[in-house]
């Protein structure tokens, strides 16, 4: 589908593109550092480990239903039972689906429950063997663009593993809550955000190759193949079994809108998946935060950088880690708050006042996803009263402010500023209040199940040529529980717009993937917004497929009349359309966001 994305790199023409005499300054060969090289020999044991696990796991199952059943199945068998081809004829990828179940030990007899678990099984297999087979080959030479595509798909295929992980344990039949027996660890509304996670995680991964050639792809793309078909297909066999589904927005298992406590006054202005201590960190004042590391540059806080404190906080933590990082500007080189870190919460002293900056781009060798200025992966992430900056400036094309993949991920009170590309909301589900976003191209990118309240996004002066787009959101299944929902904010001409604004037209956004979804609502919008509001990819491409829509929008901008046509788009009249995009049902807040403490609304009121 690169023939559709072109335009990621910007919307000028060639000079969008990679200068090649850059890239032949950088092409001498690198190896990957010691460290590199440890977590290469980590993840490879890791995965090895995972496929004996899965195995075992396989067969215990196959085990216990041939003991209960009188039949055994015949040793050679490639016609597909009833369960296997009703299962598969609900998949987008039906013969890829049969092929792989016949291929896994005892799937022929299985019920459809055991498929569920066996599909799941056999996936997490396979991306558990590419991560091995993967990890093995970084002993090749690579220029520093290739390194940084493979490193991307090792750190990616790490998180896929984990995301696969937690739903076969959450799918798995022994999790059923009987005595001496494991609970499941995720609900259906987790399992379908980490199998979208999974899925997601592997696009990001081959688009990191896209612009590449030699050896190093061609193994890799061999180590990959039908992995992002495998997930797909576990989507649709997960998916079919919670039917209650509204244009991909699975609504099974409503949680409640959020409930006044009457011992907490405060109790209706928070979600309930963040905790009374995390509501009170959110909201009281720094000076009266307890925090377990203070990071400051004149050394008089317990380490100088933000890299040494992301270092030293505990791994897998199950209580709020709070590193306070006092006014100044942090310029650290591809700040990271990796997987293994959770539940760390970032506390600045306000925006502008302390920022982290950086300035790569795709124009120093490397990938979109590997330029980011500060990125998150970490389960429970929180920024609050802080800057995230990516200063590479426009002509620098993909330039990331701030990453974000971290599941049940909040950004509070922060500014995000950059050009094209600035904030990447990759993965898993977020929430973002009261920031303020800048930028031009494609400026809040990415899939996750996300929503921004009360915030203030502000498109910027473009170069020559552009046109500024809001987003560029990529679901590639219509299973994946992924899309932008801007709910109540003000969308705005920054000052070195304003002046110039009929001469570079801003657009909502433009479908970067097949099954595009971004929602506005209750929003104000300016008059720099075109009267046609959305703007194409690449000619019809995704029009009929992607999911976009407006609710009760207001401002000289927020009139619909002129609006595109496209088969897609809508004008949202009924409020029971407009609700599966609020916190409370796109991405379940009332279940995780109270904790964090963080002020929202579930549904539609304003």
């Given at each position: 589908m690169k023939?559709?994305?072109?335009?990621?790199?910007?919307?000028?023409?060639?000079s969008?593109?990679?200068?090649?005499?850059?890239?032949?300054?950088?092409?001498?060969?690198?190896?990957?550092?010691?460290?590199?090289?440890?977590?290469?020999?980590?993840?490879s044991?890791?995965?090895?480990?995972l496929?004996?696990?899965?195995?075992v796991?396989?067969?215990?199952?196959?085990?216990?239903?041939?003991?209960?059943?009188?039949?055994?199945?015949?040793?050679?068998?490639?016609k597909?039972?009833?369960?296997?081809?009703k299962?598969?004829e609900?998949?987008?990828?039906?013969?890829?689906?049969?092929?792989?179940?016949?291929d896994?030990?005892?799937?022929?007899?299985?019920?459809?429950?055991?498929?569920?678990?066996?599909?799941?099984?056999?996936?997490?297999?396979h991306?558990?063997r590419?991560?091995?087979?993967?990890s093995?080959?970084?002993?090749?030479?690579?220029?520093?663009?290739?390194?940084?595509?493979?490193?991307?798909c090792?750190?990616?295929?790490?998180?896929?593993?984990?995301?696969?992980?937690?739903?076969?344990?959450?799918?798995?039949?022994?999790?059923?809550?009987?005595?001496?027996?494991?609970?499941?660890?995720?609900?259906s509304?987790?399992v379908?955000?980490?199998?979208?996670?999974?899925?997601?995680?592997?696009?990001?991964?081959?688009?990191?190759?896209?612009e590449?050639?030699?050896?190093?792809?061609?193994?890799?793309?061999?180590?990959?193949?039908?992995?992002?078909?495998?997930?797909?297909?576990?989507l649709?066999?997960?998916?079919?079994?919670?039917?209650?589904d509204?244009?991909?927005?699975?609504i099974?298992?409503?949680?409640?809108?959020?409930?006044?406590?009457?011992?907490?006054?405060?109790?209706?202005?928070?979600?309930?998946?963040?905790?009374?201590?995390?509501?009170?960190?959110?909201?009281m004042?720094?000076?009266?935060?307890?925090?377990?590391i203070?990071?400051?540059?004149?050394?008089?806080?317990?380490?100088?950088?933000?890299?040494?404190?992301?270092?030293k906080?505990?791994?897998?933590?199950?209580r709020?880690?709070?590193?306070?990082?006092?006014?100044?500007?942090?310029?650290?080189?591809?700040?990271?708050?990796?997987?293994?870190?959770?539940?760390?919460?970032?506390?600045?002293?306000?925006?502008?006042?302390?920022?982290?900056?950086?300035?790569?781009s795709?124009?120093?060798?490397?990938?979109?996803?590997?330029?980011?200025s500060?990125?998150?992966?970490?389960?429970?992430?929180?920024?609050?009263?802080?800057?995230?900056?990516?200063?590479?400036?426009p002509?620098?094309?993909?330039?990331?402010?701030?990453?974000?993949?971290?599941d049940?991920?909040?950004?509070?009170?922060c500014?995000?500023?950059?050009?094209?590309?600035?904030?990447?909301?990759?993965s898993?589900?977020?929430?973002?209040?009261?920031?303020?976003?800048?930028?031009?191209?494609?400026?809040?990118?990415?899939?996750?199940?996300?929503?921004?309240q009360?915030?203030?996004?502000?498109?910027?002066?473009?170069?020559?040529?552009?046109k500024?787009?809001?987003?560029?959101q990529?679901?590639?299944?219509p299973?994946?529980?992924?899309?932008?929902?801007?709910?109540?904010?003000?969308?705005?001409?920054a000052?070195?717009?304003?002046?110039?604004?009929t001469?570079?037209?801003?657009?909502?956004?433009?479908?970067?993937?097949?099954?595009?979804?971004?929602?506005?609502?209750?929003?104000?919008?300016?008059?720099?917004?075109?009267?046609?509001?959305?703007?194409?990819?690449?000619?019809?491409?995704?029009?009929?497929?992607?999911?976009?829509?407006?609710y009760?929008?207001?401002?000289?901008?927020?009139?619909?009349?002129?609006?595109?046509?496209?088969?897609?788009?809508?004008?949202?009249?009924?409020?029971?359309?407009?609700?599966?995009?609020?916190?409370?049902?796109?991405i379940?807040?009332?279940?995780?966001?109270?904790?964090?403490?963080?002020?929202?609304?579930?549904g539609?009121?304003?």
């Open positions: 023939t559709q994305e072109y335009g990621r790199l910007g919307q000028s023409g060639p969008g593109h990679y200068d090649q005499s850059q890239l032949a300054t950088s092409a001498s060969s690198s190896a990957p550092p010691p460290s590199h090289k440890k977590k290469i020999i980590f993840l044991l890791l995965s090895l480990v496929i004996v696990a899965s195995a796991s396989a067969t215990l199952l196959i085990g216990l239903r041939t003991r209960s059943s009188s039949h055994s199945a015949p040793l050679v068998a490639r597909p039972s009833r369960a296997i081809s299962a598969c609900k998949t987008r990828y039906p013969s890829l689906c049969v092929n792989s179940l016949l896994f030990p005892g799937s022929v007899t299985a019920d459809e429950r055991d498929l569920v678990h066996i599909s799941f099984n056999m996936t997490l297999q991306f558990s590419a991560l091995y087979l993967s093995a080959i970084s002993y090749i030479q690579m220029d520093p663009h290739v390194r940084a595509a493979y490193e991307d090792l750190e990616l295929l790490d998180d896929s593993v984990d995301a696969l992980s937690r739903s076969l344990s959450s799918v798995s039949p022994s999790s059923d809550g009987a005595i001496g027996r494991p609970q499941p660890i995720g609900s509304e987790d379908v955000t980490w199998l979208s996670a999974a899925l997601t995680n592997h696009d990001t991964c081959s688009e990191g190759f896209a590449l050639s030699g050896d190093v792809k061609d193994q890799m793309s061999a180590k990959l193949k039908d992995l992002s078909e495998l997930v797909s297909n576990c649709s066999i997960f998916s079919a079994t919670n039917s209650d509204f244009a991909g927005v699975p099974q298992n409503k949680r409640r809108l959020l409930e006044t406590e009457e011992s907490d006054q405060n109790a209706d202005e928070f979600p309930r998946w963040l905790g009374r201590k995390e509501r009170k960190l959110l909201t004042p720094v000076s009266a935060i307890q925090a377990d203070i990071v400051s540059h004149d050394g008089n806080g317990t380490y100088k950088t933000i890299s040494e404190a992301v270092k906080a505990p791994e897998y933590s199950n709020r880690i709070i590193i306070y990082v006092r006014a100044g500007r942090y310029e650290e080189n591809n700040l990271k708050v990796g997987r293994k870190k959770h539940n760390l919460m970032f506390i600045g002293d306000g925006k502008g006042k302390t920022v982290i900056s950086g300035g790569k795709v124009f120093d060798n490397m990938t979109t996803f590997h330029t980011a500060f990125a998150a992966t970490g389960a429970g992430f929180i920024a609050r009263d802080m800057t995230f900056q990516n200063w590479a400036g002509a620098k094309h993909q330039a990331v402010a701030l990453r974000v993949g971290a049940h991920a909040v950004v509070y009170r500014n995000i500023i950059g050009y094209q590309d600035t904030l990447y909301v990759h898993n589900r977020q929430f973002f209040r009261e920031c303020d976003i800048y930028g031009t191209v494609d400026f809040i990118f990415g899939n996750a199940a996300v929503v921004f009360n915030c203030s996004i502000y498109a910027r002066k473009p170069m020559t040529l552009q500024n787009t809001i987003t560029a990529n679901r590639k299944d299973n994946q529980n992924t899309g932008i929902s801007i709910h109540a904010c003000r969308i705005m001409a000052g070195d717009l304003a002046p110039v604004k001469t570079f037209p801003t657009y909502l956004g433009r479908p970067w993937k097949l099954y595009s979804r971004v929602v506005v609502m209750l929003s104000n919008i300016g008059d720099h917004v075109h009267p046609r509001g959305w703007l194409e990819w690449n000619t019809t491409f995704a029009l009929d497929t992607l999911y976009y829509g407006e009760m929008n207001y401002g000289p901008g927020g009139a619909v009349g002129q609006r595109v046509n496209w088969p897609g788009y809508r004008v949202i009249t009924s409020t029971t359309e407009a609700s599966k995009f609020t916190v409370a049902e796109f379940y807040g009332s279940s995780w966001l109270p904790s964090t403490g963080v002020a929202f609304l579930a539609l009121a304003v």
